[in-house]
Nanobody, 124 residues
């Protein structure tokens, strides 16, 4: 079992920044893949970014590349998503998830443990 808890969401004006955190506990291994996803009202959950817990294998969705940065602090079992130059289209509930089978996929259905989500709202 893996438990994931996100935090850091909020309301920010367009052009602003937020940093999301995802603390992992339970049965975690350094080769697990950690992903960030988001879901806006009425839309399907979409991939944002992913990396391996031990580092590397970083990949971003085209819509956030150059604006968002995924990183981790292994000592704190925490994965971060630094979000800069936010725009209203980034408004969504953001989730972290782990793929314990290390499939390195962007398909949310392949991720088997999820956090509860944190709301990010970007005002225009």
């Amino acid at each position: 079992q893996v438990q994931l808890v996100e935090s850091g969401g909020g309301l920010v004006p367009a052009g602003g920044s937020l940093r999301l955190s995802c603390v992992a506990s339970g049965r975690t291994f350094s080769n697990y893949v950690m992903g960030w996803f988001r879901q806006a009202p009425g839309k399907e959950r979409e991939f944002v970014a992913r990396m391996r817990l031990s580092g590397g294998f970083i990949y971003y969705a085209a819509s956030v590349k150059g604006r968002f940065t995924i990183s981790r602090d292994n000592a704190k079992n925490t994965v971060y998503l630094q979000m800069d130059s936010l725009n209203p289209e980034d408004t969504a509930v953001y989730y972290c998830a782990t793929d314990t089978f290390n499939r390195y996929t962007t398909n949310w259905r392949s991720y088997d443990y999820w956090g509860q989500g944190t709301q990010v709202t970007v005002s225009s």
